[in-house]
């Protein structure tokens, strides 16, 4: 089968790990060529606003795909 046959349907939660782990690559980028120490701190903070925001959306991710199963002790 062609590639250009093929499409690959991306979920809503994986789209969105996606855009924001590539937001926090760009700022990382960003956070390297900026001299200002404000700034760098402002860039920071939003680095840390999307790590926290993937870190959640990961977890609440993987607590979704496992249908509320829960270990029995």
Known sequence: ???EFFQFIESPETAT???NTDAM???GTLF???ND???QQAVFDMLCK???FVLETS???ILNKRLGIKAVK
Do not use: G, P, Q, Y
């Open 32 to 34: 390297n060529s900026v």
């Open 1 to 3: 089968m062609s590639d």
């Open 50 to 52: 999307h790590s926290k």
């Open 59 to 61: 977890e609440k991710v």
């Open 37 to 39: 120490t404000v700034m």
């Open 17 to 19: 790990i996606r855009l």
């Open 25 to 27: 690559s760009h700022l």
